[in-house]
């Protein structure tokens, strides 16, 4: 398999071949989860740490379960009562989980950068699970492997990301992944949720969520991050939804067989009407919560495997 990282901290270092790699890999996980007997052994005596210094629901369930499933020993670390709010500095934090020698962590931070600088500080695989407005690769991976399997390819796609781009960490990484495999990605909402430089990332920009959703093979809605916001970005979500919420009269103007996605969780009648939401012949949200499993699965079994092989030959040498 070709796939050379020591880490996971975004879409940007990876290879189009390396991405195939976890895809392929995560293809035979989700065979496993959908089976009666639901675990394997690639972690067998590994541990994982998962930290996570955001309030997380599904990311950080989707972790532990894949984990679990591959036989590590997990640990969640209450980071809302750790030493961090005591004034502990993010590097003494590093060091001092270095020193328990684990195998594996996993890590959400408020701050982009943070899960880089963590990474130089210890020894082992560490995976971002979101760190500002920067990355979340495994979110990318896991749409693209449910684009992948509701189009049967993952090139040459027609793909609208639509709402708050300014603050979505999941809009840069699907950008880079989306790119790296070919496909042409266009981006929907309104000025004041554009990030600056928005030319730089080689997409296609509309303000008009009609003209932008015309004749695409994919639709990606986004939450709107109020959390993130420190002015007044919209005029109100009522306002909002008339514009760029999803509903049956806007998807009508994309491709008939058009898939819906949305990275969750959603604000129903804000970004996506809910029956939009559940409709079973267009909206592949539940499958992405599935496929998030596989691909963390994936990408915590490639990453063991390097590091097992990394720590062979410095006991060789």
């Known amino acids: 398999m070709s796939f050379s990282q020591s880490h996971l901290l975004g879409i940007e270092p990876l290879a189009a071949p390396e991405i195939s790699t976890i895809l392929d890999l995560s293809e035979r996980y989700v065979d ?68 328990m020698h684990p195998d594996l962590l996993v890590v959400r931070h408020p701050h982009s950068g943070a899960v880089d600088l963590l990474a130089q500080k210890v020894n082992c695989a560490v995976l971002n699970a979101g760190d500002g407005r920067h990355e979340h690769p495994t979110q990318a991976l896991l749409d693209a492997l449910t684009i992948r399997r509701a189009k049967g390819r993952l090139h040459r796609l027609s793909i609208a990301i639509c709402g708050d781009i300014a603050h979505s960490r999941v809009a840069r990484s699907n950008i880079l992944l989306l790119h790296k495999m070919e496909n042409r990605v266009r981006l929907i909402g309104p000025p004041t949720l554009m990030p600056s430089g928005i030319s730089d990332f080689g997409v296609e920009v509309f303000e008009d969520m009609e003209e932008g959703l015309r004749d695409v093979d994919v639709v990606m809605m986004l939450r709107l991050q109020k959390e993130r916001m420190d002015g007044g970005f919209i005029p109100s979500e009522r306002e909002y939804y008339f514009r760029y919420g999803l509903d049956a009269e806007k998807l009508a103007y994309a491709k008939d067989d058009a898939i819906v996605m949305h990275p ?24 992405q919560v599935e496929m998030g499993v ?14 097992r092989a990394n720590r062979t030959k410095e006991v060789m040498v």
Not at 45 to 62: C, K
Not at 273 to 281: L, P, R, T, V
């Open 294 to 307: 596989a691909v963390r699965m994936a990408a915590m079994d490639l990453l063991a495997r390097n590091l």
């Open 32 to 99: 496993l989860n959908r089976s009666n007997m639901k675990h394997g052994d690639a972690l067998a005596g590994l541990t994982q740490i998962n930290m996570f210094f955001e309030n997380s629901t599904r990311t950080q369930a989707s972790f532990e379960l894949a984990g679990k499933r591959l036989g590590a020993d997990v640990m969640n670390m209450g980071m809302q009562a750790s030493s961090i709010k005591k004034g502990e500095t993010l590097i003494d934090t590093a060091l001092t989980l270095n020193a």
């Open 264 to 287: 969750g969780p959603m604000n129903r009648g804000v970004e996506i009407d809910g029956e939009i939401a559940d409709d079973i012949n267009r909206s592949v949200i539940q499958d």
